[in-house]
């Protein structure tokens, strides 16, 4: 009857195609072969209109063609009969039918619910425990039961071949073909087999398992199957291996009579407790076998795994007291059942049982004991979809305790997505839930999750809803701990000040009381805060926000020394930092003021320069041949570097030894500097003081007498800018530098002081390089008052004398002779310089400078060059009258035509 592998996989390749001839696939997609059960061939199927799991079992009728015809179709017949019953037959533990029978010219099928494997295969490969033996001994039992009380018939071939496992490992019970009705039935008995050595296993039933009373009489009640029960207990505990191991009938009759005498030892692999039992099970005589009942109670079928697997199989028959009594032993059992049991059987039945929510408290514990043994992939499997539809169950709080406390585990076996949608809104829900125990372990848990948040989980629904717990609850308990989490929390790189100002520091200013373990929390956050990584804490938050809370808690009577000292240090921890950011920023204010200052000095040196610059041009145009660029280079050249000023000046005549020269603002102003054309190291440094000579030397025109001018020696080095002499301009003076001085014909020059104040025209003065020299309409009566610093004047000059040299000086020319400051002083500081002339002098000298520029082509109107240009300066200027300034431009017309 059995047929090795070998043998097996051939036959199952041969008949493998038989199927695509059968009605059965216009409604089921046939797919792989699982296994092999007895002649029936089990494949995987979907269905087409509801794409539904199935098995669909397959029977090819080659296996019969060496049968005679009339054998052959008593065989088939059989095999149609035991399909037609099992499809009526609806018991947990006999194979569902999904669809009935269909046969075609080359094979019988039909579909069932699914199938994993089948009895034998499993037992060969040595993949199932003792407790699953027990446990499918006693599914056995509970279908041979229904079938003989019941049903009134008999199995009468009970085998390993017969038996199959569906998706959840339970046993089925199948191959009702030689199935007949029991002594007790009223329906008249079935027509009976005939045993030939010579006939296919497959046409009568397994003589191995079969009872000696069928073999010789061919009739048999329930004690038959009782002995094929026993034979398929001995099989199961010995791979496979038959107790009567038969080739023929007759040996299977002689066997028989050999097991009865034989002693329990000789039951080798048997359990002890099983023995005794089974030696009754495989007597002779009918009436010495245990019936299902008294079987079902001995000791080897007592076994705790096994007795708790059946209890679930009868479950939903139990009372709520009952239910609830055996959940609570279950985690103490779940270790002796094998994985595979615990993952396929008892999880199933428990989701099932969560259909009644009042019990869901007491089964959560034994999935949650289930899921720690399972892989990631299993757990995510088995057992959180059915988790899904609890997690939204709010009362009883009993349940979020219970996921709460296993959050490790559904963290850990669960996908972070899953976890995220799923698991946080229980956390979340059960802040808000009033029992404390809830909150107490949610506030525990919750800090080793918040890296599993982003950011706006954390500022929206974490923080907000700690704080309100916080400030809610009536319990010190659930306060402090809502503190803690707080801080805890702090250790997250999620934290930032936005978060800080808007949740924190606010909870930590409304916290209602003042215990100390309130105290010291706060306390603990704010040292958590000042440390922080990210600098949640700056100068003003602290003195402002932080430091005024902490503060009154100083004189708190509830403190004792040591808090009060840990108050102490964090505070001044506070201070210093103030004290030291507050400081950095008043310095870093003033370095920014200063270097603020610095660039707008330079601002205005960038525009003096080219300021000067353009004057210069304008003289080398106005003079030609580079005269203005080359006095300026001659002048830049003789200035003296100053040192710091005194206080207050006053001219004197002693002369000093000149100091070290030193940087200057003349420096800047060197025309190598205000102009590209100037070199201060110009190979024609030798002109450099072509215009100064000009200037004193006699010009010559036609008929002009000439004259030099007596020698100008330069005026002893200052150390300060304040050493240099300052002209001062009488009354309503409008325009004054410290460069070259210029007016226009107006009225008779006044006595000019040691300072040189000398009214000028239409009171419109100026002062130019080098000169000290007021026009007028008439110059004859120049006086000078003389004093120590001078001699007896300066020669009175002719109103024409310097012909085009005439300029307007309007304050856009004024800051430009400011760099000639010099040539001014050389008149006013040494009275040798001036030496005393009479009137012919005078007119020598005026006639000297008439002839000098009176020569020069025509020039640009200076008209054009009066307009003022708004330019600030670093030399002050003073303001020129508007009138005066205008007067000044005409009168520089009707000099220059």
Request: hydrophobic fraction near 40%; glycine fraction near 4%.
């Amino acid at each position: 009857y059995y047929i090795t592998n070998n043998l097996r996989m051939d036959f199952l390749n041969k008949i493998a195609n038989v199927v695509v001839t059968n009605p059965l696939i216009k409604d089921f997609e046939i797919l792989e072969v699982v296994t092999q059960a007895g002649p029936w061939v089990i494949h995987n199927a979907v269905k087409r209109s509801t794409r539904e799991q199935v098995s669909v079992f397959v029977l090819s009728k080659k296996i019969f063609d060496k049968m005679s015809r009339s054998n052959k179709d008593f065989a088939l017949e059989k095999y149609r009969n035991g399909v037609k019953l099992l499809t009526k037959v609806r018991h947990p533990k006999f194979l569902t039918v999904q669809h009935p029978l269909e046969e075609s010219r080359e094979s019988l099928a039909f579909a069932t619910e699914p199938c994993s494997n089948a009895l034998f295969n499993l037992i060969k490969c040595n993949s199932i425990t003792d407790v699953e033996i027990r446990y499918g001994i006693l599914q056995l039992l509970d279908g041979i039961a229904f079938l003989h009380n019941d049903l009134k018939r008999c199995h009468r071939n009970l085998c390993l071949d017969t038996i199959v496992m569906n998706g959840q490992g339970l046993w089925k019970i199948f191959g009702l073909e030689f199935s007949a009705v029991s002594e007790e039935s009223p329906e008249p008995p079935s027509p009976e087999f005939m045993f030939y050595d010579n006939e296919p296993g497959f046409s009568q039933p397994n003589i191995d398992y079969i009872a000696p009373e069928l073999l010789s009489t061919k009739f048999g009640g329930t004690s038959a199957d009782m002995y094929s029960v026993g034979c398929l207990i001995y099989a199961l505990f010995n791979r496979g291996t038959s107790l009567r191991k038969a080739d023929s009938l007759r040996g299977a009759l002689r066997r028989s009579e050999d097991i009865a005498q034989m002693p329990l030892s000789s039951l080798s692999g048997i359990p002890e407790e099983a023995a005794s039992d089974l030696k009754q099970l495989v007597s002779n005589g009918p009436s010495a076998r245990q019936q299902v009942g008294t079987f079902q109670q001995s000791n080897f079928l007592s076994d705790i795994g096994a007795v708790s697997l059946q209890f679930l199989d009868h479950l939903m028959l139990k009372n709520r007291t009952q239910k609830i009594a055996f959940f609570k032993e279950l985690p103490g059992i779940l270790p002796r059942l094998p994985l595979v049991v615990r993952k396929k059987r008892i999880l199933t039945q428990l989701f099932e049982c969560c259909k009644e929510v009042d019990l869901i408290p007491f089964i959560l514990p034994n999935i949650f004991h289930i899921g720690t043994d399972l892989e990631s992939q299993d757990f995510q499997s088995f057992i959180f979809p059915g988790l899904k539809p609890i997690f939204t169950i709010n009362d009883p709080p009993q349940i979020s305790l219970i996921v709460i406390q296993n959050l490790h585990l559904l963290i850990s076996k669960s996908k972070l997505e899953d976890a995220k949608l799923f698991v946080m809104p229980v956390l979340f829900r059960s802040l808000e839930n009033p029992m404390v125990e809830l909150q107490e372990t949610v506030l525990k848990l919750l800090p080793e999750i918040v890296d599993l948040l982003d950011y706006s989980t954390l500022r929206h629904q974490l923080l907000p809803k700690i704080k309100t717990c916080c400030l809610e609850t009536r319990f010190l308990k659930i306060r402090v701990g809502s503190l803690i989490c707080v801080a805890k929390v702090l250790d997250s790189n999620l934290v930032d000040r936005t978060l800080t100002g808007d949740i924190i520091l606010p909870l930590l200013e409304q916290v209602p009381s003042r215990e100390p373990a309130v105290l010291m929390s706060i306390v603990g956050i704010y040292q958590k805060l000042l440390k922080h990584s990210s600098n949640l804490l700056d100068r003003d938050t602290l003195a402002n926000r932080c430091i005024p809370i902490l503060f009154p808690m100083l004189v708190s009577p509830s403190l004792n020394v040591q808090q009060f000292g840990t108050c102490m240090t964090i505070i001044k921890s506070m201070i210093s930092k103030v004290e030291s950011e507050q400081l950095s920023k008043l310095k870093q204010l003033q370095q920014n003021k200063e270097e603020q200052a610095q660039s707008l000095n330079f601002s205005k040196e960038v525009v003096e320069n080219k300021q000067v610059g353009e004057l210069v041009t304008k003289m080398d145009q106005m003079f030609g041949n580079n005269t203005g660029s080359q006095q300026v280079k001659k002048i830049v050249a003789d200035v003296p570097k100053p040192t710091a000023a005194p206080a207050s000046y006053s001219p004197s005549l002693v002369s000093s030894k000149p100091a070290a020269p030193k940087s200057s603002n003349f420096d800047k102003l060197a025309p190598d500097v205000m102009m590209g054309n100037i070199s201060r190291k110009s190979s024609t440094s030798s002109n450099a003081s072509s215009f100064d000579a000009n200037m004193m030397k006699s010009g010559s025109r036609p008929g002009s007498a000439v004259q030099n001018p007596p020698i100008l020696k330069q005026p002893p080095k200052s150390n300060t800018f304040a050493d240099f002499p300052k002209l001062s301009l009488s009354s309503n003076a409008t325009n004054s530098s410290s460069g070259m001085m210029t007016a226009m014909p107006s009225q008779p020059m006044a006595n000019t002081t040691s300072q040189f104040s000398a009214p000028v025209g239409n009171n419109f003065g100026n002062q130019m390089t080098g000169m000290n020299t007021t026009f007028g309409n008439n110059f004859a009566n120049t006086n000078y008052n003389n004093s120590s610093d001078f001699g007896s004047g300066m020669p009175a000059m002719n109103p024409h004398s310097f012909g085009n040299l005439a300029m307007n000086t309007g304050p856009s020319m004024a800051p430009a002779f400011s760099s000639a400051h010099n040539m001014s002083s050389s008149f006013s500081t040494q009275p040798s310089m001036m030496a005393p002339s009479n009137r012919g002098n005078q007119s020598n000298a005026s006639n000297s400078l008439d002839s000098l520029f009176g020569a020069k082509p025509s020039q640009p109107s200076l008209n054009q060059m009066s307009k003022p240009q708004a330019v600030p300066i670093k030399v002050p200027i003073v303001p020129t009258n508007k009138a005066n300034t205008n007067q000044a431009a005409l009168d520089l017309n009707d000099i220059f035509g």
